[in-house]
Nanobody, 127 residues
Framework: QVQLVESGGGLVQTGGSLRLSCAASGRTFSMYAMGWFRQAPGKEREFVGAISSRADSTYYAPSVKGRFTISRDNAKNTVYLQMNSLKPEDTAVYFC????????????????????WGQGTQVTVSS
């Protein structure tokens, strides 16, 4: 069992930055690829980005590539989402999720592949 808790959300102006954190419980964090998703009001939850279990690989949705960066610290059981140059369309609840991948470089892109989810943190970007 893995429990995930996101933090770091808030209100920011267009062009600003935020860093989200996702703290995981358990001693097997390094066996999980981690993903970030977001869900805006009235829309489906969408993939933002992912990082492999040992940070060998990262992937991003086209809408955030070049602005967002995912990193992880396996010693701290934490994954991060650094968000720069924020836009109003980035407003959403952001979720982290864990996908059991072992020690390979794979990540998961679809919601159904993830085994555990956090409760989400609200990010609001004002224009």
């Amino acid at each position: 069992q893995v429990q995930l808790v996101e933090s770091g959300g808030g209100l920011v102006q267009t062009g600003g930055s935020l860093r989200l954190s996702c703290a995981a419980s358990g001693r097997t964090f390094s066996m999980y690829a981690m993903g970030w998703f977001r869900q805006a009001p009235g829309k489906e939850r969408e993939f933002v980005g992912a990082i492999s279990s040992r940070a060998d690989s990262t992937y991003y949705a086209p809408s955030v590539k070049g602005r967002f960066t995912i990193s992880r610290d396996n010693a701290k059981n934490t994954v991060y989402l650094q968000m720069n140059s924020l836009k109003p369309e980035d407003t959403a609840v952001y979720f982290c999720a864990a996908h059991l991948s072992g020690r390979d470089t794979s990540v998961a892109f679809s919601r159904s592949e993830y085994d555990y989810w956090g409760q989400g943190t609200q990010v609001t970007v004002s224009s």
